[in-house]
């Protein structure tokens, strides 16, 4: 996350990882997503 922030690119925290949600919002996740669909919703792919 805080590369991206870093860089000025969107972090995305996807919540099926090792982190969960309130530590991916510490760690400066723009947006999380529950599923592979929500981001690619998200990313408008």
């Known amino acids: 996350m805080a590369f991206a922030s870093q860089m000025g ?3 995305a925290g996807v919540t099926w ?5 309130d530590e991916l ?3 400066g996740a723009d ?3 529950d599923s592979f669909e929500e981001l690619a919703q998200k ?3």
């Open 9 to 11: 690119f969107v972090a």
């Open 31 to 33: 947006f999380l997503v």
């Open 43 to 45: 990313l408008e792919l």
């Open 17 to 21: 990882g090792y982190r969960d949600r």
């Open 25 to 27: 919002l510490a760690a």
